[in-house]
């Protein structure tokens, strides 16, 4: 049974840096990272493909974001740069265990972390 940990959220200034962790204890197939901000919908931010290492973003984080993990794949990571106020959200990784395209679907992932807040104020 696959249990996620997420940490490394915090309270940052705009233009700053903050890099997510989550902890993973089994096999996945695809790993990513959404968040929700108040009063939003849930919204896919990244994920990673864990054979082969592919990456998808949503294009409001591309080229500030990056999703990897580790050589062990048992952590996660979201490097944040550059943030922005309305990067702010709870953040939680989640973890899928067969083969789907639509990344960015809530519905492509079985379990999920218990999330860590991000504020950028």
């Known amino acids: 049974h696959v249990q996620l940990v997420e940490s490394g959220g915090g309270l940052v200034q705009p233009g700053g840096s903050l890099r997510l962790s989550c902890a993973v204890s089994?096999?996945?197939?695809?790993m990513a990272w959404f968040r929700q901000a108040p009063g939003k919908e849930r919204e896919g931010v990244a994920a990673?493909?864990?054979?082969?290492?592919?990456?998808y973003y949503a294009d409001s984080v591309k080229g500030r974001f990056t999703i990897s993990q580790d050589n062990t794949k048992t952590t996660l990571y979201l490097q944040m740069n550059s943030l922005k106020p309305e990067d702010t959200a709870m953040y939680s990784c989640?973890?899928?265990?067969?083969?789907?395209?639509?990344?960015?679907?809530?519905?492509?992932?079985?379990?999920w972390g218990q999330g860590t807040q991000v504020t950028v104020s």
């Open positions: 089994g096999w996945t197939y695809i």
């Open positions: 990673i493909y864990t054979r082969g290492g592919i990456t």
């Open positions: 989640a973890a899928a265990f067969r083969y789907r395209d639509d990344w960015y679907n809530e519905a492509t992932y079985g379990v």
